[in-house]
C-alpha cells in the first residue's frame, strides 16, 4: 500500500513541481521583456481572444500576484493528482481553465484583461471539496473537508467584492472544478471493485 502510495505521488509531485517552475519562468521572461506576454490575458468578447483562454492561466501580473497562487495551485493540484491519477488530473484542469477563461470571456468588464492561475487554483478547490460525495469515498470526503478548513476563507474571491481581482475568473473556475468533479466521476464498475483504472499515471 505505501509503495502503490509513492508511486503515485512521486509523478504528481514531479508535475506540479514543473508546473509551478514554468509560471516562474514565464513570469520571469515577462518581465524582462516589458511585460510583453499581458497580451496572452484574456479581453472579453473579442473573438480573436479565445485563443488566449488556455494560455491566460499561465500568465500573471507581476511576482506577487504568481506568488499569491504558487503555493495554493501546489499543493491542490498535488493532491488531486496524487488521488485521480495524472491523465485523469490533465482532463480535470484542463476543463477548469477552459470553463473559467471562457466565463471571463463572456462576463469580464469591457476594455478589461484577465490572466492568472486563480481560476485553476479554485476549480481545483472545489474539484477537491465534492469529489469525495460524487465518487462515494469516505477519504476523499475526508480530503475535501480538510481542504476546506485549510482554504475554505478563497470564497470570498468568487464574489465581486473587490473591483481590482477577477471574481469571474474564480466564479466560474469554482464551476469548473464542479463540473470536472461530475465528468471525470468513477464508472461504476470502478467503484464496485474499487479500482480506478484511468487513475493509473
Known amino acids: 500500500m505505501m509503495t502503490r502510495a509513492l508511486e503515485r505521488a512521486r ?4 508535475l506540479m513541481l514543473g508546473w509551478v517552475a514554468l509560471l516562474w519562468v514565464l513570469e520571469i521572461a515577462d518581465a524582462a521583456s516589458g511585460n510583453a506576454l499581458d497580451t496572452f490575458g484574456v479581453r ?3 473573438l480573436s481572444e479565445l485563443a488566449d483562454v488556455l494560455p ?3 500568465i500573471h501580473f507581476g511576482f506577487d500576484h504568481l506568488t499569491a497562487n504558487t503555493l495554493p495551485l501546489l499543493l491542490l493540484g498535488f493532491l488531486a493528482a496524487f488521488r485521480v491519477g495524472l ?3 490533465v482532463g480535470v484542469a484542463l476543463l477548469i481553465a477552459l470553463t473559467s477563461g471562457l466565463g471571463v470571456w463572456l462576463t469580464a468588464p469591457a476594455g478589461s ?3 492568472g492561475a486563480s481560476g485553476v487554483v479554485f476549480g481545483l478547490f472545489g474539484y477537491l471539496l465534492i469529489r469525495g ?3 462515494r469515498k469516505p477519504l476523499d470526503i475526508g480530503l475535501g473537508v480538510l481542504v476546506a478548513a485549510v482554504y475554505g476563507s478563497i470564497l470570498w474571491g468568487a464574489l465581486p467584492t473587490d473591483s481590482g481581482i ?3 475568473g474564480h466564479l466560474f473556475g469554482l464551476v469548473g472544478g464542479v463540473l470536472a468533479a461530475f465528468a471525470f466521476r468513477r464508472r461504476p464498475a470502478e467503484r464496485i471493485s474499487g479500482v480506478d483504472t484511468r ?3
Not at 11 to 14: I, K, L, S, T
Open 11 to 14: 509523478p504528481a509531485a514531479v
Open 113 to 115: 484583461n484577465t490572466a
Open 87 to 89: 491523465r485523469r488530473f
Open 44 to 46: 472579453p468578447r473579442e
Open 199 to 201: 487513475a493509473v499515471p
Open 166 to 168: 477577477s471574481w469571474q
Open 56 to 58: 491566460a492561466a499561465f
Open 133 to 135: 460525495f460524487i465518487d
